[in-house]
């Protein structure tokens, strides 16, 4: 527990000034503890590392968090969970998607965990609080490339296979 509130307390800093693209702009760090409460109160993960890895996903990707600077605080599993589900921000945005797909099903179950939380998180946000500037096409075609990336990685958890795909079901409403 105290690993999780840590990793909590380090995110918060992290993307503190950050902000969804949602009509309200909501706080960053809504989301990253929207993974780990799915994770751990709706699939009963209880893997701590796997825990903080959620809370810390998007660190590396979207802050000045280093590697080493994680392995110190959190240890080498977690920044390990983490890389796994980091996207290469130097490369196009549609390299980076088509490199999810591919990607996906050589992950670590640790990882394609955090991964099933990302998106289903990215997907009931989506349907209740969707980007302001995103058309209904743009959030099919969300829709299409999030079911394609976890279709690469089913298996890993029947429950969060089962909240994916009711995200993904809400989401295909107009």
């Known amino acids: ?4 509130i840590q990793a909590i307390a380090f995110a918060a800093e992290k993307h503190r000034g950050q902000r969804r693209k ?8 809504n989301h990253p503890i929207a993974l780990a409460n799915v994770l751990a109160n709706e ?6 590392s796997v825990l903080v890895a959620a809370v810390l996903h998007d660190t590396i990707e979207d802050t000045d968090t280093s590697e ?3 392995a110190q605080l959190f240890g080498q599993a977690v920044v390990d969970i983490v890389n796994e589900v ?9 390299e980076r998607k088509r ?4 990607r996906a099903s050589q992950a670590s179950r640790e990882a394609k965990l955090v991964k099933l939380a990302d998106k289903i998180c990215n997907l009931r946000d989506l349907a209740g609080s969707p980007p302001a500037d995103w058309s209904f096409e743009r959030k099919q075609e969300y829709l299409r ?23 993904y079901r809400l989401g295909l409403l107009p």
């Open 1 to 4: 527990m105290h690993r999780i």
């Open 22 to 29: 949602d009509r309200d702009a909501s706080p960053y760090i």
């Open 43 to 48: 699939a009963g993960i209880e893997d701590e």
């Open 68 to 70: 080493e600077e994680m």
């Open 86 to 94: 980091t996207d290469d921000k130097s490369l196009p945005k549609a």
């Open 99 to 102: 490199l999810q797909i591919e």
């Open 145 to 167: 490339w999030a079911k394609a990336v976890v279709d690469q990685i089913r298996g890993v958890h029947p429950t969060l296979e089962r909240l994916f795909d009711e995200a």
